[in-house]
């Protein structure tokens, strides 16, 4: 891991240093471990695999037992060193990153649930189009979310806030076109409904992958931006899956 721009790279305790590296090390393993579950879902889905969406659900407790842990780390750290500055800035930021990892984990298991809908189906549901441009986007954020904490890297951090407003304008252009839809042919209804629920989870983990880079600008400057105009909430109006 690229730590060159990381200020917690130095203390006088050695043990506190690797405790930190530590940290850090668990929570991109669960990272990558969100992105599997996201990459193999989506795959799943476009190719009609019943076994592999069915895998995705099945490894959703690795997600919530990573964040079990890596809690439980943070709370020793906090308690038996006392950090300061940007050291507690690192340890609020790994919490904060790890409950948006465990939550872009069970968005990744609704998919999955909603996949083995269509696929049990047998359908070719018409909005597959607009789940893999989304989709695509999305995954780019996570990723690139997940680089910028390994690097502290501001920069690439904002390019993923800036990337969520776009994701949240092809979800709407999205909703109007399958609403249409299904107004249009009724029988659709029940394909386009789990198609639009998959479309409502990706954005979600796209708000999550935003709530990362906003981790990453208060670790490395301690700005909190969380409701700032650079990372203005979207009004969630859609009820849950």
């Not at 130095?10 to 929570?27: A, M, V, W």
């Not at 990558?32 to 019943?50: C, K």
């Not at 954005?203 to 203005?232: C, F, K, T």
């Amino acid at each position: 891991m690229d730590i060159t721009n990381d200020p917690h790279s130095q203390h006088i305790s050695r043990q506190f240093n690797q405790e930190l590296e530590s940290l850090k090390t668990q929570l991109l393993a669960m990272g990558g471990l969100v992105e599997r579950q996201l990459n193999e879902v989506i795959a799943a889905l476009m190719e009609g695999d019943f076994d592999a969406a069915e895998q995705v659900r099945n490894r959703d407790r690795e997600i919530n037992d990573f964040q079990l842990e890596i809690d439980d780390e943070c709370t020793h750290i906090l308690a038996r060193r006392q950090p300061t500055a940007s050291d507690l800035r690192l340890v609020m930021a790994v919490t904060r990153a790890t409950s948006d990892l465990e939550r872009m984990g069970d968005e990744a298991n609704k998919i999955a649930r909603h996949a083995l809908s269509l696929i049990e189906e047998g359908q070719t549901s018409r909005g597959f189009t607009e789940i893999r441009h989304i989709s695509t986007r999305v995954r780019d954020m996570v990723r690139q979310a997940l680089t910028a904490f390994a690097r502290m890297d501001v920069s690439l951090a904002r390019e993923v806030l800036g990337e969520d407003e776009i994701v949240d304008q092809d979800y709407q252009t999205a909703m109007r076109s399958l609403v249409t839809f299904m107004m249009e042919d009724p029988r659709s209804i029940s394909s386009v409904l789990n198609v639009i629920w998959i479309l409502r989870s990706l954005e979600r983990i796209g708000d999550h992958a935003d709530n990362l880079a906003e981790s990453v600008v208060y670790l490395v400057e301690g700005e909190d931006i969380r409701h700032s105009n650079s990372a203005q909430p979207q009004q969630d109006s859609t009820p849950n899956a």
